[in-house]
T-cell receptor, first 113, second 113 residues
Framework: DAGVIQSPRHEVTEMGQEVTLRCKPISGHDYLFWYRQTMMRGLELLIYFNNNVPIDDSGMPEDRFSAKMPNASFSTLKIQPSEPRDSAVYFC???????????FGSGTRLTVV | GENVEQHPSTLSVQEGDSAVIKCTYSDSASNYFPWYKQELGKGPQLIIDIRSNVGEKKDQRIAVTLNKTAKHFSLHITETQPEDSAVYFCAAGEGGSQGNLIFGKGTKLSVKP
């Protein structure tokens, strides 16, 4: 198995632009999680899905952030418009059973200038 | 909701010494406690986990202990090696449910040859 695949690995964009991060979970994993990692706040859960349905999006910082999971093998996290404070590493993780056995992707390092 | 505190934030040891990282959690409903290792430029990787029906678990040079009454758990690494240098995260959650993991802020471990 190729693991959780995220793209792009790095993204540099100008303030105000739309950014889309992509994730392909491990086949057979019913849960998908989006986390944001910064030095100040550590790993923060943004949103998670179970069987493609959003379960908890209370961590999404504001309306500029949105996430979708149109099918079991693909999810997107979109920021529109982006701001410099959105600069962070964004991780996607998937699991078979909720909290058990997360597998993380390699992350997308987002820089908003 | 759950809150996980992790100490210390940085830890430096000599090769061959032991390293101990401690975490506390607040939600008595949490019953699953994994530890993740994150190397530079990579996503966190699960290295060991423990469930609330077990007090201690070992895997070669790594061990975890759990004190449910005090709501704290620890990671012990013996005979440390330079390749153990990384950031280590503890987490807590409700295993096997729709729950998600709440992570500590991380400990940067440096093993000096």
């Amino acid at each position: 198995d190729a693991g959780v695949i995220q793209s792009p690995r790095h993204e540099v964009t100008e303030m105000g632009q739309e950014v889309t991060l992509r994730c392909k979970p491990i086949s057979g994993h019913d849960y998908l999680f989006w986390y944001r990692q910064t030095m100040m706040r550590g790993l923060e859960l943004l949103i998670y899905f179970n069987n493609n349905v959003p379960i908890d999006d209370s961590g999404m910082p504001e309306d500029r952030f949105s996430a979708k999971m149109p099918n079991a093998s693909f999810s997107t996290l979109k920021i529109q418009p982006s701001e410099p404070r959105d600069s962070a590493v964004y991780f996607c993780a998937s699991s078979r059973g909720g909290a058990d056995g997360y597998t993380f992707g390699s992350g997308t390092r987002l820089t908003v200038v | 909701g759950e809150n996980v505190e992790q100490h210390p934030s940085t830890l430096s040891v000599q090769e061959g010494d032991s390293a101990v990282i401690k975490c506390t959690y607040s939600d008595s409903a949490s019953n699953y406690f994994p530890w993740y290792k994150q190397e530079l430029g990579k996503g966190p990787q699960l290295i060991i986990d423990i469930r609330s029906n077990v007090g201690e678990k070992k895997d070669q040079r790594i061990a975890v202990t759990l004190n449910k009454t005090a709501k704290h758990f620890s990671l012990h690494i013996t005979e440390t090696q330079p390749e153990d240098s990384a950031v280590y995260f503890c987490a807590a959650g409700e295993g096997g449910s729709q729950g998600n993991l709440i992570f500590g802020k991380g400990t940067k471990l440096s093993v000096k040859p």
